[in-house]
Structures are given as structure tokens and as C-alpha cells.
């Protein structure tokens, strides 16, 4: 019956290492990957105040979906709130979407497992709508600096799991760099 468990499976439970659910498949976690047309991408470096990754390279803005909102406004509004940038829907391209289910530990959350859908969107910084007077600027607690690399660069750093960067899986980094490379 749901909701009994034998008492093999209760002390099983007790021995199993004490996770805390930080996500669950049905929330999605976006990000926006920058291109332009010199064969670059933009990096972020993640604030050292984040909970997870504290310091590590991102590829661009990320962030969980709100209530009421779709990933392509969820986008939209990460690349204002952590770049400033003003992007519309006809600026981002989804790219693919990928399945994360990344376990860790930080201070405030202990152990955790967080499992996502990541849907990866492109943006040719070139090519925005209105690309005059669009400075990145860099929003306070969510990100340290922010750079252009070259894509050749960043496939190296992200194929041999680069240490600097935030961890991605090989499916999620070969989806990434052939959307960039197919459009620059």
C-alpha cells in the first residue's frame, strides 16, 4: 500500500545519505549563451556570494522559471536582471534542452540533488533588435565579471570539464557548441 513501508525499507532510509530536493523535473533552469559574430561568447563569473558555484564560469544568465511565467520570459528577464541586457523573443533562439541532475553541497542547503530541464537559448549580441546602447551591465550579487572568449576556447574549457567552470554534462556541452558554431 502507498505510504507503508516495511521495516527492511525504514532502515534503509536511515542509512541513506540526507539530501535536500533543490529542484524537481518540472522546474527549468534557462540560460541565455551570447555569440557574436567575431566567433566569441560571453562568460560570466558567478558572484562568490551564490550558494552554488560560488566563483565558477557560466556560460551567460540563468535562473528558475516564476509562476505565470514560460522559459522564452524567464530568459528575457535573466539577461536584464544579470547582464542588463534588453532582449525580445525574436532575439533568442532555443537551442536545445537539456536534462541536469547535479548533486553537491553548499553551506545553506547541506547535501542536494537538483534535477532540471535546461532550456539553452542563443543570442547573437550582433544582431539584437535594438543592439544600440545595450552595455552589459553587471548586477550586484549574481555576477563577478563577465568576459568574451573565443568558441574554440570555450569548447576546450568545457570538453576537458575545466575546473573554472561550472560543471556541465557532455550532452548539455556538444548541444551548446554546435548551436554557437552553427551560427557564427
Not at 540560460?31 to 562568460?43: A, E, N, W
Not at 553541497?105 to 537538483?114: N, V, Y
Not at 568574451?148 to 576537458?160: A, F, N, P, Y
Request: glycine share 10%.
Amino acid at each position: 500500500m502507498a505510504g507503508f513501508r516495511s521495516q527492511g525499507e525504514l532502515e534503509q532510509e536511515k542509512r541513506a545519505p540526507k539530501y535536500t530536493e533543490m529542484g524537481t523535473g518540472i522546474i527549468q533552469c534557462i540560460y541565455g549563451s551570447l555569440d557574436s559574430k567575431q566567433g566569441r561568447v560571453l562568460v560570466q563569473r558567478r558572484s562568490m556570494n551564490k550558494d552554488t558555484n560560488p566563483g565558477k564560469l557560466d556560460v551567460s544568465a540563468a535562473g528558475h522559471i516564476e509562476v505565470g511565467d514560460d522559459s522564452l520570459d524567464t530568459a528575457m528577464r535573466e539577461m536584464d536582471e544579470e547582464l542588463g541586457l534588453q532582449v525580445v523573443a525574436k532575439d533568442l533562439e532555443l537551442i536545445f534542452t537539456a536534462v541536469s541532475d547535479a548533486k553537491g553541497f553548499t553551506e545553506k542547503h547541506g547535501k542536494f540533488i537538483c534535477r532540471e530541464l535546461q532550456d539553452v537559448y542563443l543570442i547573437d549580441y550582433s544582431k539584437l533588435s535594438s543592439p544600440e546602447g545595450q552595455k552589459i551591465v553587471l548586477a550586484d550579487g549574481e555576477v563577478e565579471e563577465a568576459m568574451w572568449i573565443d568558441v574554440g576556447q570555450l569548447k576546450r574549457d568545457l570538453e576537458t570539464a575545466n575546473d573554472d567552470y561550472v560543471f556541465r554534462e557532455r550532452t548539455y556541452v556538444a548541444g551548446l557548441i554546435e548551436g554557437i558554431t552553427s551560427k557564427s
